[in-house]
């Protein structure tokens, strides 16, 4: 199969948290120049953000488009990256069922978060949602280049939510503090995105872990005193007990799984554990430099989250 010269990618919830990062890496100088056109698409075209004029030098248009006519909104698209937040998993359904009628060579489904392949547990949201889509997407187009990013817990999500509660000076492991947990900043995930998207489409592997940085909840703990958070202690639960519990209820909420995950080096990106590929998307750092829990720390004082009240009420 020829390779794509300058393709023609799409981002399918452009406007959203994660797609506007991924939009901006693909805008960026770094990688603009491999693609001839690059599609932003919408629900609601008027939300769609307008990037600057020095960003302007590849063809970017905007779609709007709805259920009913992903068919028309998806013609003339190579590369597909699909950013849809976990709101829209039925609208990801109607959207695998349209790939078939469509050009689209390569396609990035909504994953961006923890390898869940492995577990033997079910989460609603990784088990019913993510890996259902997988499989329609497998099943209606066999031969189309389906590459899973594993991108491990987004830097700036630091916080109480993951027991990592700087305020107030406490951090809650469960299972070991000493196993390693990659995080990758939410910038650094769009580049990654944008880097695989300019590979010849036979060197852009079926799945990809990186890790912007692998770091211990002690050593989180150490980075972030020694940038200002005070002292910060650490409570180590039981993983056996934590992981039943949390796996008994019924509950569409990660961080409590991500909680345990992180114990049992299932957020690990790293040779040890899950292996990463970031020699593959960001070869020497020469296309970006990752951004680090040290570089996450120097910017807030060691106080990631610091006005969050949690928990919520
Ligand atoms: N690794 C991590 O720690 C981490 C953290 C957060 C998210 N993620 C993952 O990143 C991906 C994107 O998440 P996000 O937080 O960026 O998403 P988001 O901001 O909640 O939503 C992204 C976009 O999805 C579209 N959308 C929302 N509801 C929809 C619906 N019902 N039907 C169709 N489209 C809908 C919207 O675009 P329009 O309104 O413009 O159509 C929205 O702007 C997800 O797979 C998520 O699991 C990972």
């Known amino acids: 199969m020829a390779s794509i010269t300058r393709a023609v990618i799409a981002i399918a919830g452009a406007t959203g948290h994660l797609g506007k990062h991924v939009t901006t890496a693909f805008l960026s100088s770094t990688f603009q120049d491999e693609f001839s056109e690059i599609i932003l698409l919408s629900r609601n075209e008027s939300c769609l953000f307008q990037p ?17 006519n992903l068919e028309e909104a998806l013609q003339g698209i190579q590369i597909l990256v699909n950013t849809i937040g ?17 050009n ?10 923890i390898d869940h392949y492995g577990h033997d547990f079910a989460h609603p949201e990784w088990h019913e949602k993510k890996k259902k889509h997988l499989a329609s997407a497998q099943r209606v187009v066999p031969h189309m280049k389906i590459c899973r990013v594993f991108c491990s817990i987004i830097l700036e999500d630091i916080g109480p939510w993951y027991g990592l509660d700087t305020q107030k000076g406490k951090y809650t492991s469960v299972g070991s503090f000493r196993t390693p947990v990659s995080f990758t900043s939410v910038g650094d995930v769009g580049r990654t995105v944008a880097s695989l ?6 060197k852009i592997p079926d799945v ?8 211990s909840i002690a050593e989180i703990a150490k980075i972030m005193e020694s940038a200002g958070a005070g002292r910060i202690e650490i409570d180590c639960l039981p993983y056996e007990e934590y992981k039943k519990e949390t796996t008994a209820e019924y509950s569409s909420q990660p961080a409590p799984y991500i909680k345990f995950s992180m114990g049992d080096g299932g957020i690990a990106h790293t040779p040890a554990f899950l292996g990463d590929d970031n020699e593959l998307v960001n070869p020497g750092q020469r296309l970006w430099r990752w951004k680090t829990v040290e570089d996450l720390a120097k910017e807030n004082n060691g106080q990631p989250a610091k006005d969050v009240v ?4």
């Open 52 to 68: 600057s004029s020095s960003q302007s030098g590849v063809k970017l248009t905007t779609r709007r488009y709805n259920e009913n």
């Open 86 to 102: 976990p709101a829209g998993h039925y609208f990801k359904t109607k959207l695998a069922d349209a790939l078939p009628r469509t």
């Open 104 to 113: 689209i060579r390569v396609y990035f489904p909504s994953e961006f978060g």
């Open 197 to 202: 998207g300019s590979l010849p489409e036979e």
């Open 208 to 215: 990809v872990h990186v890790g912007g940085d692998s770091r």
């Open 310 to 313: 949690w928990p919520s009420s």
